[in-house]
């Protein structure tokens, strides 16, 4: 029988991933009982406290066994840390040093939302891509600079470590494992009883662009704020950079490395973060918005936007308008 660990840190975390994957892990083990094998996963709450209040004390969670007790387990789930991370991170040394080892002596780890950043301090995604809640990206690149984050991206996984967007995408990431660890069948039964979209890939559609600026280069706020206050234009960035007397490579390579896109991508993402805006709140047509956000080419408009996400702009107007829908 496999061991499945689900940790309880010490500080402020969210109880729904926790007992969301417990939950469903235990349906996948009796699903496979009625199927006539044996449970795949003992499973266990761990931590390195013998309990755990949360939510002002509204619940307490009191983990099963302390992190000392498991010299091996199979897989380890790090739930999310509730946007508390940076005072989590300090109050959970030994539970990342555990995470560590265990990795190294052949367990794999999946991280939920903000559990990315316990995960991270661990020095085990150095490298590797990783993806977390879209809102804490900033907070992110700037605390682990050499982890390649993609929050379009709903899981990662790579050489054993798994990790997710934000929020309750955690059980899509859940219904993943369960496929990877039982099998399709599992899955898609475990994604029946829950009511679970299966294989969703991204949480583009989700993500609210407010711009990257939790950096120090007041040359390239300069320049974002140039770009969200000139919507209709096709900026010139050879203009926007002489304007800022900065020389062009200078510019984007001082931009890239502040905001991690390029001055063009930054663009398209406020352009397209307008034109969201714009068909969840009105009832103006496809040119109208197209227009307004400075595209005079449907086609381009259109590959844009289903590039940022995941949607077309119909699509998009389609579900988060239902007025504009009817008229």
Same mark, same amino acid.
């Given at each position: 029988?496999?061991? /499945?660990? #689900?940790?309880?840190? @010490? &500080? !402020?975390? $969210?109880?729904? %991933?926790?007992? *969301?994957?417990?939950? +469903?892990?235990?349906?996948? @083990? !009796?699903?496979?009982?009625? /199927? *006539?094998?044996? !449970?795949?996963?003992? #499973?266990?709450?761990? *931590? #390195?406290?013998?309990?755990?209040? /949360?939510?002002? &004390?509204?619940?307490?969670?009191?983990?099963?066994?302390? =992190?000392?007790? =498991?010299?091996?387990? $199979? /897989? +380890? +789930? =790090?739930? %999310?840390?509730?946007? @508390?991370?940076?005072?989590?991170?300090?109050k959970n040394q030994p539970l990342i040093d555990w995470i560590e080892h265990q990795y190294k002596n052949g367990a794999e780890v999946a991280s939920i939302c903000t559990g990315a950043f316990l995960l991270a301090s661990s020095g085990l995604l150095n490298g590797k891509v990783c993806s977390t809640h879209w809102s804490v990206a900033d907070n992110f690149r700037k605390m682990f600079p050499e982890i390649d984050l993609q929050t379009d991206q709903l899981i990662t996984d790579e050489n054993g470590i798994y990790t997710n967007g934000g929020a309750y995408s955690f059980l899509n990431l859940i219904i993943y494992l369960i496929e990877k660890y039982f099998d399709r069948q599992t899955a898609i039964f475990c994604a029946k009883v829950f009511q679970i979209e299966i294989d969703r890939e991204s949480q583009s559609i989700f993500t609210i662009f407010t711009g990257q600026k939790i950096h120090g280069d007041d040359m390239v706020k300069k320049a974002q704020n140039y770009i969200e206050s000139h919507l209709? !234009?096709? #900026? %010139?960035?050879?203009?926007? %950079?002489?304007?800022?007397?900065? *020389?062009?490579?200078?510019?984007?390579?001082?931009? +890239?490395?502040?905001? &991690?896109?390029?001055?063009?991508?930054?663009?398209q993402r406020v352009k397209i973060e307008s034109a969201k805006k714009a068909f969840e709140t009105s009832r103006k047509n496809i040119n109208e918005v197209m227009y307004e956000v400075g595209y005079n080419d449907v086609k381009a408009f259109r590959e844009v936007f289903r590039k940022i996400t995941g949607m077309s702009p119909l699509e998009y107007r389609a579900r988060y308008n239902k007025e504009a829908l009817i008229s």
């Open positions: 029988m496999k061991h /499945l660990t #689900i940790l309880v840190p @010490n &500080g !402020e975390n $969210n109880l729904s %991933s926790m007992v *969301g994957s417990y939950k +469903i892990f235990l349906r996948a @083990n !009796e699903y496979w009982k009625k /199927l *006539g094998k044996k !449970e795949l996963f003992k #499973i266990e709450l761990a *931590g #390195i406290s013998k309990k755990v209040e /949360l939510y002002d &004390g509204v619940f307490t969670v009191k983990p099963h066994v302390h =992190i000392s007790e =498991i010299k091996k387990t $199979n /897989l +380890i +789930i =790090i739930p %999310s840390l509730n946007h @508390n991370y940076y005072d989590t991170v300090k209709q !234009e096709k #900026i %010139s960035f050879e203009d926007l %950079s002489s304007r800022l007397s900065v *020389g062009r490579r200078n510019f984007d390579r001082r931009f +890239i490395k502040a905001t &991690g896109n390029t001055p063009l991508e930054y663009s």
